[in-house]
């Protein structure tokens, strides 16, 4: 059972082994499905507290929130052991939860988001990096997969669950249905998870993650900015991201001289780690970061209703569950991976080239088709980032490693979102005038519904063209994702190549 040679895992008995995976699997599910979830209420929570000009940030702080802390969290589990430090995410996420349901007002609601993604973020993070506690490398692939899947099944059925819910229960019932399960998380972790504590003494590197924390908010703030300031070239976005990069050159010059840093900079001098990073991103913008459009291009430019778009995720669901499957035994039985990143990024390319060039006069059949193409791609790239840098990382840094690569992704998400956005509303800009139906960029999918004639015709042309460039935007990066994934040295998952560690200056001083 031993691939990689020294590995001892931190459950020996198989079975509870099995055990203490499905309860991580359980927790990861409350985590991604909690930025899933509540957009379909949110409609009903702006009708009970107003402020509708906050609407977004109901979501966005919980996202901005879970990538200020996932790098922190992977450092403490390195340093103090992974349990106690997945039993606290789970514990400020069940606080958070419990808040949101019992939030008062808007603002109230938005704190308590920003408290349940500090654990959200934690739980990511932690999770993976217990399951290299857990599991060998390349037994690891096969398990990764199914994390993969809850991933991206809470992602698909969060916003129907969360729209279901608020009908049958009322909005505060999303937030509040965390408790019991996160308490089972709790009882199960707490009494099947022995703590392995490292053997180096803890120096938690406080300035390193404060600076990180700054930087990362910057980043994600920014990327955010079309809709907070109007533009990410408007004055307030540029001081925003130049404060960003004035933070991450703090951070730097503080981890090369930290003990313990928060992210060891010789791991990000891997050409392995920053090649996987680079992929990570790409990915997280194609993956997470086209949802929504995929529902709003099916509803605009193919007049589905909500409901029926809603089904074409379904072959996007099942192109993921067999492209993860499928990777996570393979990538189990020969330990190789890059092979797979490689199949991702050509997958994802070629959905996004055939959509870009024929999906608007496309018949359904074909839409789902690409779509569950652009699935199976998303399956077979979704794991390699975490598996190939955990091999990458020393033993006693899988947790930054970890942490870093899932930030990655979600920061690739986040700024795909806001370029996406960009990008569709200088398309629609563009467009200009609807004769007899006004500005294009002011119509509501229910209102392009009602137009016919060359009104309709016109306005389908419109978004018909936005949607274009942001699928060749979509194109770009998975070609960006595909020259990395080509870059990437043909390695066996428990082969370790790893970068000597240097040691800080204030050591050698």
């Not at 977004?56 to 802390?69: D, I, P, Q, R």
């Not at 392009?448 to 063209?465: K, M, N, R």
């Not at 949607?467 to 060749?472: P, V």
């Not at 994702?481 to 080509?486: H, I």
Request: with cysteine; proline share 5%; charged share 10%.
């Amino acid at each position: 059972m031993n691939q990689q040679g020294n590995f001892v895992s931190l459950v020996e008995d198989p079975r509870l082994r099995i055990i203490v995976f499905l309860f991580l699997l359980m927790a990861m599910f409350l985590a991604t499905l909690d930025n899933q979830i509540v957009s379909t209420a949110l409609p009903t929570i702006v009708g009970d507290f107003g402020h509708m000009e906050r609407f977004g940030w109901v979501a966005s702080a919980y996202l901005l929130a879970t990538c200020a802390v996932m790098p922190v969290y992977g450092k403490l589990g390195d340093l103090i052991g992974r349990k106690y430090v997945l039993m606290a995410a789970v514990t400020i996420f069940l606080i958070g939860s419990l808040t949101c349901g019992l939030a008062v007002s808007m603002n109230t609601l938005i704190a308590a988001r920003v408290l349940q993604g500090f654990g959200g973020g934690g739980l990511m993070v932690s999770i993976f990096a217990l399951n290299a506690d857990l599991f060998p490398g390349r037994e690891r692939a096969r398990y990764q997969s199914y994390t993969s899947l809850v991933i991206m099944t809470s992602g698909a059925f969060g916003p129907m669950l969360g729209g279901t819910m608020t009908a049958a229960f009322g909005w505060r019932s999303i937030f509040l249905i965390n408790l019991p399960l996160g308490l089972i998380v709790l009882a199960g972790l707490a009494l099947l998870v022995p703590n392995r504590k490292p053997d180096r003494k803890p120096k938690i590197d406080l300035a390193g993650a404060v600076l990180l924390a700054a930087s990362v908010t910057g980043i994600v703030l920014w990327s955010d900015s079309s809709e907070i300031f109007g533009s990410m070239i408007a004055p307030q976005s540029l001081l925003v991201i130049a404060l960003a990069a004035v933070f991450a050159i703090a951070w730097v010059l503080v981890e090369r001289r930290a003990p313990e840093p928060i992210i060891p900079l010789p791991l990000l001098k891997n050409p392995t780690v920053a090649l996987l990073i680079i992929l990570s991103v790409a990915s997280g913008g194609i993956a997470l970061g086209m949802v929504n459009y995929f529902a709003l291009f099916l509803q605009t430019v193919h007049g589905l209703a909500p409901a029926k778009a809603g089904l074409f995720f379904i072959p996007v669901t099942l192109g993921i569950v067999l492209g993860s499957l499928t990777t996570g035994r393979l990538i189990a039985k020969t330990g190789y991976y890059k092979r797979y990143a490689v199949a991702s990024m050509c997958l994802s390319a070629t959905a996004f080239i055939l959509l870009m060039l024929f999906a608007p006069v496309s018949p359904l059949w074909l839409i789902a088709t690409l779509m569950a193409l652009q699935g199976m791609g998303i399956g077979f790239g979704q794991q390699v980032p975490v598996l190939g840098v955990q091999n990458a990382a020393r033993g006693g840094d899988i947790g930054a490693a970890t942490g870093t690569v899932t930030l990655s992704r979600m920061i690739g998400a986040a700024m795909a979102i806001s370029v996406y956005g960009a990008i569709l509303a200088k398309g629609l800009d563009d467009a200009g005038m609807i004769p007899g139906a006004g500005n294009l960029a002011e119509l509501t999918p229910t209102a392009l519904a009602t137009l016919t004639g060359p009104a309709h015709q016109a306005a389908i042309a419109g978004y018909s063209d936005a949607f274009a460039n942001l699928f060749m935007f979509s194109v770009t990066m998975a070609l960006i994702g595909l020259c990395a994934s080509v870059l990437l040295k043909r390695i066996r998952l428990g082969e370790h190549h790893p970068v000597p560690v240097k040691k800080p200056l204030a050591a050698s001083a």
